[in-house]
Structures are given as structure tokens and as C-alpha cells.
T-cell receptor, first 114, second 113 residues
């Protein structure tokens, strides 16, 4: 398979604090990046995306930052809530040639402490 | 607007059997892709179909196959099941052009005993 990594990093944050989840992507040719949230027993849910011609994109309570120089992606969640507890995946697509072939990172488990 | 629908949600099969999983994409979406999710390997791409043609394929053995119908619905089949095939199988759909967001279904939980 093409998934990266076997170990699931974990992050614990206090309710109300900001969360930052980091991701290193593998292919410098990737031009589209997505963050997904997966709650227990459910499929991944789209959160926010960013194209390679952007450095930052903001959504509702979430911000994605892209640093192409070091192939790094981050997801910032403002005022983290208990409902944000889930596994977060970054994903990259080889958009020029592979359409919907999406490569996922190993995921980060976020636990929000009430 | 209905999301991606997968059936069945849960199933148990015996080693050596075969299984067929079904996926109905979001209305209008022409691309359907399949992923296998396991605790040890994470999310792995199986294959992607667009307009009834397989466009991309991951690194899985030939026991894993799929097809797409003219209405964009898709099925995947796993033959000669092995214990290691126990996983959550996720279907995702999109419009099918580069950079489109893919939307996932809830998955089909397969247990092989």
C-alpha cells in the first residue's frame, strides 16, 4: 500500500485552547491538500482544503497552513471543543496526473480535555 | 443531498469466501474510489473509477477488484478472503476532475474469521 507510517501521534488539549496538528507530506509534485476528520466508527469527513498556489486558507474555526519549501502542512483549530475529538488526516493528491488518487498521512488523534 | 452510501455496513465472512461491497456516490459525481483502512496500515488507496473505467490502481493483489456501472454506482469484490483482509472499506466520490474534493461514505466493516 501507499499509506505512510504505522504510529498514530496523539495530541491532548484543554477545551477552549487552540490546537495545532502537523503533517509532513511526501511528494513535492502534489498540488492539492486536504484535511479530514474521522470520528470513531465513521468515515473521514472533509474539513478544509488548500491548493499549492496558496499558503494559508481559513474556514470556520480552522486554518490550514502550507509550507511547500519544507513540505509541511498544519491544521489549526481555534477554541477546541469536545466535539473536535477525533483522528485527523492530512491528504495529498498528485493532481496533475492522478485525479482522485489521494495519499493519506498516518493521522493524529486529538483528545479534548473538558 | 444524499451523501455517499455504502452497503452493507457490517459483515462477517469466512476465509476463502468472497465478498462484494456496494457504493452509491453523491448524485452527479462520476468518480468513485475505494480505500482500505486498518489500524496497522492506515488508509490505503485501492482503485478509482470514472465513467465505468478504472483510472488508477493501488498496490493490492488481484484478489481485489472493482467495477462501476453507468449510473456511477460501484462495487468492489474481494475473492479468496484472508484474515488480513479484515478492515474498514471506504468508498469516496467526487466530480472526477483534478483537485476535486472527495467525500467519503461511512464504510463497510469486514471481518474475516
Amino acid at each position: 500500500g501507499e499509506s505512510v507510517g504505522l504510529h498514530l501521534p496523539t495530541l491532548s488539549v484543554q477545551e477552549g485552547d487552540n490546537s495545532i496538528i502537523n503533517c509532513a507530506y511526501s511528494n513535492s509534485a502534489s498540488d492539492y491538500f486536504i484535511w479530514y476528520k474521522q470520528e470513531s466508527g465513521k468515515g473521514p469527513q472533509f474539513i478544509i482544503d488548500i491548493r499549492s498556489n496558496m499558503d494559508k486558507r481559513q474556514g470556520q474555526r480552522v486554518t490550514v497552513l502550507l509550507n511547500k519549501t519544507v513540505k509541511h502542512l498544519s491544521l489549526q483549530i481555534a477554541a477546541t471543543q469536545p466535539g473536535d475529538s477525533a483522528v485527523y488526516f492530512c491528504a495529498e493528491t498528485l493532481g496533475q496526473t492522478s485525479y482522485d488518487k489521494v495519499i493519506f498521512g498516518p493521522g493524529t488523534s486529538l483528545s479534548v480535555i473538558p | 443531498k444524499a451523501g455517499v452510501t455504502q452497503t452493507p455496513r457490517y459483515l462477517i465472512k469466512t476465509r476463502g469466501q468472497q465478498v462484494t461491497l456496494s457504493c452509491s456516490p453523491i448524485s452527479g459525481h462520476r468518480s468513485v474510489s475505494w480505500y482500505q483502512q486498518t489500524p496497522g496500515q492506515g488508509l490505503q488507496f485501492l482503485f478509482e473509477y470514472f465513467s465505468e473505467t478504472q483510472r488508477n490502481k493501488g498496490n493490492f493483489p488481484g484478489r481485489f477488484s472493482g467495477r462501476q456501472f453507468s449510473n456511477s454506482r460501484s462495487e468492489m469484490n474481494v475473492s479468496t478472503l484472508e484474515l488480513g483482509d479484515s478492515a474498514l472499506y471506504l468508498c469516496a466520490s467526487s466530480w472526477g476532475t483534478p483537485g476535486n474534493t472527495i467525500y467519503f461514505g461511512e464504510g463497510s466493516w469486514l471481518t474475516v474469521v
